[in-house]
C-alpha cells in the first residue's frame, strides 16, 4: 500500500530526509487496521507504504483478493484524512491523500519473511542514501552534485561520509527511520484485580505492539514463534 501521489510531501513541506510526524501518522492508520481487520497478525510500514499479513487461513470475505484490497485501500485512506489533524495540526489538507495497492499470495513462511526482510533491507537502503543526500543538500550542494557524489558509493562509504563530514553516526539515528515500524500482537498478562490479600489476579489478552526492530535476521521471529502460525 503506497501513496500514489509523489508530490504530496512536497505541497505538506514534509520534513528531509524523513517527517516523523507523517511517519507516526502511518503508524497510526496502519494501528487502525489490526482493530478493524482482526485477521491482520503483522504489519510493515517504511515511508509512504504498508505490508500487511493476514492469518493463513483467514476467511476475509472468501479470500476474494479485489474485496480485500478494495476495503484495504479505502479504510486506510480514510483513516489517514480523519487523523490527520492529530499530527499536523497546524497543518490544513491542501489536496487529497489516497493510496493503491495489491493482493499477493505467499506459498510459504520462508518466502513471507524474506518479503519482509527484502523489505527492511530496502529502507535501510534508501534512508542510509537520502540521509546523505539531503545532508548535502543543505550545506550547500545542487541536487545534482549530491547525486553525483553518491554515485557508486557503498554502506561503509556513506557511513564514513555523514560522520566525517556532518559528525553523524549512522546508527544513532532514530530506528523508526533506519528500519521501519513493525506492528504485531503478543501475549501479555493483564491485572484485572487483587484479591483480599493485595495479590494481582492476572489474565493472558493479546497486545497489539508497535515496534522498530530487526526482522532480517532470525532473533525476532525465535521470539515470536505465533506470529505467523495458523492460530
Given at each position: 500500500?503506497?501513496n ?71 479504510f ?19 489536496c ?33 542514501y ?92 525465535n ?9
Open positions: 500500500m503506497a500514489s501521489r509523489y508530490e504530496f510531501s512536497d505541497v505538506h513541506e514534509f520534513e528531509k530526509p524523513n517527517d516523523e510526524n507523517a511517519l507516526k501518522l502511518m503508524n497510526s492508520c496502519a494501528l487502525a487496521m489490526f482493530e478493524q481487520f482482526p485477521d491482520i497478525v503483522f504489519a510493515y510500514g517504511v515511508s509512504d507504504e504498508y505490508s500487511f499479513v493476514l492469518k493463513k487461513s483467514s476467511k476475509f470475505y472468501e479470500r476474494r483478493s479485489s474485496k480485500i484490497l478494495s476495503l484495504s485501500v479505502s486506510f485512506s480514510s483513516t489517514y484524512v480523519m487523523k490527520w489533524k492529530d499530527y499536523f495540526p497546524e497543518k490544513s489538507l491542501q487529497t491523500p489516497y493510496f493503491d495497492g495489491r493482493v499477493i499470495c505467499y506459498p510459504s513462511q520462508e518466502i513471507l519473511r524474506d518479503y519482509l526482510s527484502w523489505r527492511q533491507v530496502d529502507c535501510h537502503i534508501n534512508n542510509q537520502n540521509t546523505c543526500f539531503w545532508m548535502l543538500v543543505d550545506s550547500g550542494k545542487s541536487k545534482r552534485e549530491a547525486q553525483d557524489i553518491l554515485k557508486g558509493t557503498q554502506t561503509s562509504e556513506k557511513n564514513e561520509l555523514l560522520y566525517e563530514k556532518f559528525g553523524i553516526n549512522y546508527n544513532m539515528i532514530p530506528a523508526i527511520f533506519r528500519k521501519g515500524s513493525c506492528i504485531y500482537r503478543e501475549m501479555v498478562d493483564e491485572i484485572v484485580k487483587y484479591n483480599e490479600a493485595g495479590t494481582p489476579i492476572r489474565r493472558p489478552r493479546k497486545k497489539v505492539v508497535l515496534d522498530h526492530c530487526d526482522i532480517i535476521g532470525p532473533e525476532f521471529w521470539e515470536h514463534p505465533t506470529i505467523l502460525l495458523d492460530k
